[in-house]
């Protein structure tokens, strides 16, 4: 008998994969046989994404929503549509995030920014977390399908919360910091329920929403020097950290910052 692909007939979402790490996530999930779920607040860019993977990978289906993570009835709305159409959640993964252009130090930041920044990127996990735990608890042992109890959350926080930077976004690495807290006290509080949650600590990465906000050379020279590898990292190298966190190969591994960063967090002194 062939062995089954790592996510094989798990029910997974992904939030935010319209773009950059959560399109190359939902493509690594399709990859591994998970039946999908990718929602986005712009529908466009996931609808397109779904019927993309569908096309690759015609046998691990993929749905697609509209869901505004910062409120509470999309997330439960999304949830919901996983369950009717799958009948089950094992894996969410709380993705969807932004890094406010006019986001600075603490004199400089304007309180709307530090509110749509925390809104979105801490409440928004908050909520993923709280409808897939209730979700989580129905699920019951399918053997033949390779399916248990429990499930896997993992949430996207960053290296910068961390390691200190002189370059500041106060608003955005305040939440970052807000969800490595948040998902350490949520790990240890549905332990014994077989739920695992974790945080993903991505490196500067080549998406969207690291290069538009690094458009001069000084900005991105300015970063650059610190990276150990000598590079920034590639989505897909995320999105294969968070399928060994989805998976059970990761099932003895609860309440981690696990960090995708190239070495960045051990670095004193980089290469010459
Ligand atoms: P991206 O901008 O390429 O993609 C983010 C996606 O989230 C977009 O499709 C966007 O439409 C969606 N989104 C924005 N607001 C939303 C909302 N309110 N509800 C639902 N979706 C929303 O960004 P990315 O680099 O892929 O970032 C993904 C996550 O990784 C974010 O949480 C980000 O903070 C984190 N992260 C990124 C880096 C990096 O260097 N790129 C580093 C560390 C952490």
Not at 62 to 91: H, N, Y
Not at 104 to 115: G, L, M, Q, S, Y
Not at 178 to 194: K, S, Y
């Given at each position: 008998?062939a062995?089954r692909l790592?996510l094989e007939?798990?029910v997974?979402?992904i ?6 790490i959560g ?6 999930f ?14 466009t ?7 993309k993977?569908?096309k690759?990978?015609?046998?691990a289906k ?8 910062s ?9 919901d ?5 799958f009948g089950?959640?094992d894996?969410i ?7 406010h252009?006019a986001?600075?130090d603490?004199i ?5 920014v530090?509110d ?6 801490v ?17 019951k042992?399918e053997?033949?399908k390779?399916l ?8 996207v926080?960053?290296?910068v ?6 370059t500041p ?8 910091g807000?969800v490595?807290?948040?998902t ?5 509080v ?10 993903l ?10 290069m538009?906000f690094?458009?001069t ?13 000598g ?9 294969k ?7 059970d190969?990761?099932s003895?591994?609860n309440?981690t910052d696990?960090l995708?960063d ?5 670095c ?5």
């Amino acid at each position: 008998m062939a062995a089954r692909l790592r996510l094989e007939n798990k029910v997974c979402i992904i939030t935010g994969a319209g773009s950059g790490i959560g399109l190359e996530t939902a493509l690594q999930f399709a990859s591994e046989g998970a039946r999908l779920l990718i929602s986005d607040i712009n529908p466009t860019s996931v609808e397109e994404a779904a019927i993309k993977i569908n096309k690759k990978f015609p046998t691990a289906k993929t749905i697609s929503t509209k869901c505004d993570v910062s409120k509470e009835q999309d997330i439960k709305q999304m949830v919901d549509k996983a369950v009717e159409e799958f009948g089950r959640l094992d894996v969410i993964f709380n993705n969807a995030g932004i890094m406010h252009p006019a986001d600075d130090d603490a004199i400089n930041t304007d309180e709307k920014v530090w509110d749509i920044t925390h809104n979105i990127n801490v409440k928004g996990v908050w909520y993923g977390c709280k409808y897939a735990i209730l979700a989580m608890r129905n699920n019951k042992p399918e053997p033949e399908k390779g399916l248990g109890v429990g499930g896997s959350i993992i949430n996207v926080a960053s290296f910068v919360a961390k390691l200190g930077a002189a370059t500041p976004q106060i608003a955005y690495t305040a939440s970052k910091g807000a969800v490595l807290a948040m998902t350490r006290e949520l790990a240890m509080v549905h332990a014994r329920e077989g739920i695992r949650i974790n945080s993903l600590c991505p490196g500067p990465i080549k998406t969207p929403l690291l290069m538009d906000f690094l458009k001069t050379p000084e900005k991105l020279n300015r970063r650059m020097i610190h990276n150990p590898m000598g590079r920034f990292g590639e989505a897909v190298e995320q999105a294969k950290a968070v399928v060994f966190l989805a998976s059970d190969d990761s099932s003895y591994i609860n309440g981690t910052d696990f960090l995708v960063d190239g070495g960045l967090h051990a670095c004193y002194v980089t290469p010459e």
